[in-house]
């Protein structure tokens, strides 16, 4: 009897999962699909700069696809529908980027990302009263994104005189 007992406690022992001091289970967490196209996003950009546009291509198109299984996993998120309209937009289709970003600005109006984007979007189709709109709401958030966008607008009213 007490040798089963023994035995019993021993395979417990043997297969109970331990871990050494410091360390969780959690350790290991898999990303979302969301944070993958995050990371395709920046590696694209990054291809994008050198002038490798069909290297940036695939990987705006990667992250597009992470994207739309992330929207429908959790579905209207702002973050996500700025991502969704940046990449669609990235991969020449402006319509439908532009109705993500609209999607987005129905549910958070101020989002820094969403308006700087649309802005681009509206630049990019000749809409220049709509792209100083989304300046103008970006007026006081003190951030890049403000920038960022008025130097795409100065750059457009530049290249025009």
Avoid: W
Wanted: glycine content about 6%; hydrophobic content about 30%; aromatic content about 10%.
């Amino acid at each position: 009897m007490i040798k089963k007992i023994f035995l019993i406690l021993f395979l417990a022992l043997l297969t109970t999962n331990s871990f050494s001091a410091g360390s969780d289970s959690t350790s290991s967490k898999v990303k979302s699909n969301y944070d993958k196209a995050v990371e395709s996003i920046k590696f694209a950009k990054k291809y994008e700069a050198k002038g490798n546009l069909e290297k940036a291509k695939k990987r705006y198109a990667k992250a597009q696809m992470l994207l739309l299984k992330s929207n429908s996993e959790k579905p209207n998120k702002p973050d996500t529908l700025n991502y969704l309209g940046f990449t669609t937009r990235k991969l020449g289709d402006y319509e439908n980027g532009e109705k993500y970003y609209l999607q987005g600005l129905e549910i958070e109006p101020s989002h820094i990302g969403i308006n700087e984007y649309l802005g681009e979007l509206y630049v990019a189709t000749n809409r220049l009263n709509l792209a100083n709109e989304r300046l103008k709401i970006l007026e006081s958030c003190n951030c890049k994104e403000y920038t960022q966008l008025k130097d795409v607008i100065d750059g457009t009213k530049k290249s025009k005189y």
